[in-house]
């Protein structure tokens, strides 16, 4: 089966109790894109992220991972890397050992999994405390252990909520890089960050959520054109005015309307 | 310094504590139970003041002040241990302590959580501090003797709670400070608590203590019964109540003072950290013959029990239960027939409880990257059971085997128990599974000394002991000589068909009990979602 989409969602929602966290979502993330996945504080992104992931159980609709249903949990699995909000290691373990643990959980074999996470730990200039335990590590350091444990088995497609938080420039510029190159490899990115500069450097398409409804979507370029008069705006101005509470245009519409 | 920010402090403090303790059941539960045991004293203590004021009344005690000199260093003494105690556990770190560092100053912070402190022992001697002098003013019949034993009980539970604040605060520079203690604080910990448990069961305890109390009594501590009996016409020494209101006065401040000194000292530390990293080689490695990503597993829990072996501190507590079997070999010389096959069962439960207890919440914040590896179910579960078998048999085995002969177990005896000791602690891995699936515990608590961990839940514990205590039934009927004649008149079957039933019957029991643990943990995992 290969569909040309590598992220696809019809009608996906989530509810918590009563509250909707995500309103009938429908996704096309094309195949090696970068999608970045912007949004407010509580709009629903990492809700999307986790569902995607298989981590949650959508409460509507329908989603596929390389044209894969996520309710196929193990062959989901074995194509997705995943970066949670909060790098998730094991405090006792060192920055290795862990990333020897999550590429033993993934079946690499031993000489390749070292091969590719002393790769990557010199890339994000993690070597020299690759040794120490990760209680130890900086917030910037465990991010960057999180980040290579999410790409080291090169999945098919990556999901990334917030990488670059308490990164300091140069790993962020590595962070960028990286997706690049992953995306230049046919590997698709589903990035959320509040870092809007991020985004329109590497995004193909730009999904902006507020209160769990996709409220814009397109190229960088493109959203930042203005429909009517051609002039270019910022990626931010874009972000404020679709996200603005939703009463405020509908009062506007009805003052026009009267 | 101001004292309405010490006040908010407090407030916040216990605000947060008494949440903490009333979102668990277990907790409310607990402290019902210290409760019940701590009004027992307390109604005594009341007693006894009244006894004590009725005998002085009437003459029939004939040197008041010398006992009331003992009382007087009680009080202190039991405030000092109790805070101590809880310094060191708890409150002597602040809860959010960059917060408020960066908001009030430390006099202010530990003025507050002095404060909050307080409001505890408040509640603890508050009924005696009350109920105390009114007993005895009534038993004495002299209402007049009411203000002095409590003006006296309360300054003496001050001076004990200020004096807990700096022994507990001492306590943890130390450790702080001693890359020795902060290395081996959990095994010194165990140590104390161990002697602790020790004295306490050898009825050695008053020989120790009396005399603390006796040369606490006659310190400047003991002045403060002369100031409660000042003028009671018991030979209340003037110059000695006096006295104590200089002490009072003199060393309130310098403690306080000097706690606030302490806690400045505690709280701008980076505390040392014990380096271990650098003299082991990491590398997970591998295990024979088996998976790659089991074997993973089971190291990765191996590693975490090592380098915290804290979080296994529970493992240890039903040994307390087997010391009066290894106290009466050590003292007689000879082991009892009963060690080993106590030993085999304990063994299983600490093979299974372990590492098994709690796989999903074990996980912590590794959570979603466990699920969202290819892993299976039974690979995951696999890899923990693997981790409490590979430990737990051997060693299991050994100590059953080496009890056994030397208690003098015969053959078949020897053959029963050693197959337990095998068999048992497999299977109590698959029932520790199940249990710990079912009744999973995803926040951390403090398991011990103030240190916060994910303990398993004790739901769980409860059903996992249950049934493994029940599939042990039948094979310790049989191994117990009493019953064992008892199974053989009744059944009227040779000995040795009846232990082999026994064991059978254990052998059946755990084994489907393990199976159906397994394979709900096992499904459990797979069709796990966070929501
Ligand atoms: N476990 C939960 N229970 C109840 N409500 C939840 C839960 N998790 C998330 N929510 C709610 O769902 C909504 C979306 O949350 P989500 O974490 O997806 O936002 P987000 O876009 O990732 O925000 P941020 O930018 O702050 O990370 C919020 O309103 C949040 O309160
Ligand atoms: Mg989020």
Redesign the pocket.
């Known amino acids: 089966m290969s569909s040309p989409f590598a992220i696809e969602s019809t009608d996906l929602s989530k509810r918590?109790?009563s509250?909707v966290?995500v309103e009938r979502l429908d996704l096309a993330v094309r195949q090696g894109s970068v999608y970045g996945f912007l949004?407010?504080?509580?709009?629903?992104?990492?809700?999307?992220i986790r569902m995607l992931a298989t981590l949650l159980r959508p409460s509507g609709g329908e989603a596929a991972i390389d044209g894969v249903p996520i309710t196929d949990r193990d062959t989901v699995r074995e194509r997705i890397g995943y970066l949670p909000?909060t790098p998730p290691l094991y405090p006792e373990l060192t920055g290795r050992e862990q990333l020897q643990y999550v590429a033993g959980l993934r079946d690499l074999p031993d000489d390749e999994a070292t091969r590719r996470i002393d790769d990557l730990l010199a890339r994000f200039d993690l070597d020299e405390d690759a040794d120490k335990r990760v209680s130890t590590y900086s917030k910037g350091m465990k991010q960057k252990a999180g980040i290579i444990q999410a790409i080291l088995h090169r999945p098919r497609v990556v999901f990334l909520d917030?990488p670059t938080s308490g990164l300091d420039p140069r790993a962020a510029r590595t962070v960028r890089e990286v997706i690049s190159d992953l995306a230049a490899e046919e590997t698709t990115v589903f990035l959320?960050t509040?870092i809007l500069p991020v985004v329109d450097e590497l995004a193909d398409t730009v999904g902006v959520?507020f209160n769990?409804d996709l409220v814009a979507e397109g190229p960088p370029q493109k959203l930042k054109q203005r429909a009517e008069t051609g002039d270019e705006r910022s990626l931010e101005d874009v972000f404020l005015e679709v996200t603005q509470e939703a009463d405020l245009p509908e009062q506007a519409a009805h003052t026009e309307s009267r | 310094m101001s004292v309405g920010h010490a006040v908010l402090v407090a407030r916040m403090e216990l605000t947060h504590r008494v949440r903490k303790t009333t979102d668990r059941p277990t907790q409310i539960v607990a402290l019902a139970v210290a409760a019940l045991f701590g009004a027992i004293p307390l109604l005594g203590s009341i007693a006894v003041a009244f006894v004590v004021g009725q005998g002085i009344a009437s003459g029939t005690i004939t040197d008041p002040i010398s006992t009331a000199r003992l009382a007087a260093a009680v009080v202190p003494l039991f405030v000092t241990l109790v805070v101590t105690l809880r310094v060191v556990q708890t409150s002597g770190s602040l809860t959010i302590a960059d917060g408020l560092l960066t908001t009030v100053s430390h006099r202010e912070a530990v003025g507050g959580i002095l404060l909050s402190e307080l409001a505890i022992v408040a509640v603890l001697v508050g009924v005696p501090s009350v109920g105390v002098p009114v007993a005895f003013a009534v038993g004495s019949g002299q209402p007049a003797a009411f203000p002095l034993v409590f003006v006296a009980l309360v300054v003496l539970s001050v001076l004990g709670t200020l004096l807990g604040f700096v022994v507990g605060l001492g306590l943890r520079n130390l450790v702080a400070r001693s890359e020795f203690l902060a290395r081996y604080k959990t095994a010194i910990g165990i140590l104390l608590f161990l002697l602790y448990f020790v004295g306490i069961s050898s009825q050695q305890a008053g020989s120790a203590i009396f005399p603390v109390v006796d040369a606490l009594g006659s310190s400047p501590l003991g002045w403060f019964a002369d100031l409660a009996l000042f003028g009671q016409g018991v030979g209340a020494d003037p110059l000695s109540a006096l006295g104590a209101v200089v002490v009072g006065v003199v060393a309130l401040p310098v403690l306080g003072w000097l706690a606030s000194w302490l806690a400045a000292l505690l709280w701008y530390t980076s505390p040392v950290q014990p380096e271990e990293e650098e003299r082991e080689p990491s590398q997970m490695g591998s295990l024979a013959g088996v998976s790659r990503p089991m074997a993973r597993i089971a190291r990765k829990s191996w590693i975490r029990a090592r380098r915290g072996p804290i979080r296994l501190v529970y493992v240890v507590y039903p040994l307390f239960l087997l010391f009066p079997f290894v106290q009466g070999a050590v003292v007689s010389g000879e082991v009892p027939t009963a060690l080993p096959p106590l030993l085999a069962f304990y063994g299983a439960w600490a093979a299974g409880a372990a590492f098994s207890l709690n796989p999903i919440g074990d996980e912590g914040p590794v959570l979603p990257v466990t699920l969202t590896t290819p892993v299976a179910g039974s690979t995951f579960v696999g890899g923990l059971c693997l981790a409490g078998v590979a430990i737990g048999v051997p060693i299991t085995l050994v100590l059953a085997v080496v009890t056994g002969v030397l208690s003098g177990l015969g053959t078949l005896a020897l053959a029963s128990v050693a197959l337990t000791a095998v068999v048992l602690p497999v299977a109590a891995t698959g029932i520790a599974v199940g249990a710990g699936v079912l009744f999973p515990r995803m926040e951390s608590v403090e398991v011990f000394r103030g240190v916060e961990t994910t303990a398993p839940s004790l739901f769980a514990f409860a059903l996992y002991s249950l049934v493994l205590s029940i599939s042990g039934v039948p094979v310790s009927l049989v191994s117990t000589p009493l019953t064992r004649g008892i199974v053989v008149d009744a059944t009227n079957y040779g000995e040795s068909v009846v232990v082999a039933g026994g064991l059978v019957a254990t052998v059946v029991l755990a084994g489907l009990a393990a199976t159906v643990g397994y394979v709900f943990a096992v499904r459990s995992f797979d069709d796990y979602y966070l929501?």
């Open positions: 918590y109790g509250e966290a949004g407010p504080n509580g709009a629903g992104k990492t809700t999307t909000e917030e959320s509040h959520l769990g | 929501g």
